[in-house]
């Protein structure tokens, strides 16, 4: 990982959305208006290609890379489908398929697609088929996540415009396993975003003549959101270099962790932001609700906590060897 394009990644992306996304940007997209402004913004940059080789017209970058600019677009509500757009171009490159230029997004077959509506073209994944789409000769069935995200609904699907197969190091469940470690690291910048918040009003909010953050036993409330904060960055970021590493299909372990990790905390983190700011935090008008109703929708895409200790439990127990053997065994360098 290239710590400096890491962070350089997350800070133009950063910029990017302070000038041209706000809770004004959420509203108007919930509410059904496609945010061109954030995503001309973002566009602008040239991050879609960003797992995308050099040798296809990409930055050629790891998946480490990207992972403080998957936090950066969940501490701001991901206002655009940055990261589905980024997901799709992966499995494109891999496949041996050129990305088209254009809003991309991308599912499993039978799936919602996410911004399936707003998409210039999508990509579909059977098992290891991958299946290039126009998004506008697609016949859409159209619903939202709890976020009030867009998660369209494909009821028929034209002849695709390209199609391959991706390598074995993708394995047969890639769009699922891609979504999860994608979602887990925008889980842990929204979780960022909510804290931030939490710990604002507890700076500034006064009783009894001094900051709520001053008791004791709201301190510990946000001492706990901060650890379940730092967890699922680590998760995300451990499984990224995992997949990096040994490929999507091998990383299954490490992408399961991640994404129970995050659900796990997005529940307890979101319970405790709006513990905090009580009343405030469900406002039409405030940042919070925003953040923690797409906690709460995450959680749920790229598989659930149940779906992924299920995937665990039966690696493990594939495993040969003692637990420990199959643990600690997990970050050697398979070209070592």
Do not use: Y
């Not at 992972?67 to 701001?76: K, V």
């Not at 997004?105 to 789409?133: E, N, T, Y």
């Not at 935090?281 to 797409?294: N, V």
């Amino acid at each position: 990982m290239d710590t400096s394009i890491a962070a350089e990644l997350a800070d133009q992306a950063t910029r990017a959305l302070a000038d041209a996304a706000d809770v004004a940007t959420l509203r108007a997209l919930e509410a059904g208006e496609f945010p061109r402004a954030a995503w001309d913004a973002l566009d602008a940059l040239g991050l879609g290609g960003a797992l995308v080789p050099e040798a296809r017209g990409g930055a050629g970058l790891g998946l480490p890379d990207v992972m403080p600019l998957l936090e950066a677009l969940g501490r701001a509500g991901a206002p655009v489908p940055l990261a589905e757009g980024i997901g799709a171009a992966a499995l494109l490159a891999a496949a041996g398929i050129d990305a088209p230029p254009g809003l991309l997004s991308f599912a499993a077959a039978g799936a919602p697609v996410p911004w399936g509506r707003h998409a210039a073209h999508v990509v579909i994944v059977d098992g290891a088929r991958v299946a290039l789409h126009a998004a506008a000769a697609q016949h859409w069935t159209q619903g939202s996540n709890i976020a009030r995200e867009p998660r369209d609904t494909l009821a028929g699907t034209s002849a695709p415009i390209a199609e391959g197969t991706l390598p074995n190091a993708w394995g047969n469940d890639a769009a699922r396993a891609l979504t999860a470690l994608l979602r887990s690291a925008q889980i842990a910048g929204a979780m960022q975003g909510a804290l931030a918040l939490a710990v604002d009003h507890a700076n500034t909010r006064k009783q009894f003549g001094r900051p709520i953050g001053r008791f004791q036993a709201l301190q510990q409330q946000l001492a706990v959101f901060a650890a379940e904060t730092s967890a699922v960055s680590v998760a995300a970021a451990a499984a990224a270099r995992a997949a990096e590493a040994r490929g999507i299909a091998d990383a299954a372990f490490e992408i399961g962790c991640a994404k129970v990790t995050a659900g796990e905390a997005a529940a307890k983190g979101a319970a405790i932001a709006h513990q905090v700011l009580a009343a405030m935090g469900i406002t039409e008008e405030h940042a919070l609700h925003h953040l923690t109703r797409r906690l709460w929708s995450w959680r749920e895409e790229g598989g659930s906590e149940r779906f992924w200790s299920a995937r665990i439990g039966a690696l493990v127990q594939s495993a040969p060897g003692p637990l420990w053997t199959f643990l600690t065994s997990r970050d050697q360098d398979p070209s070592a």
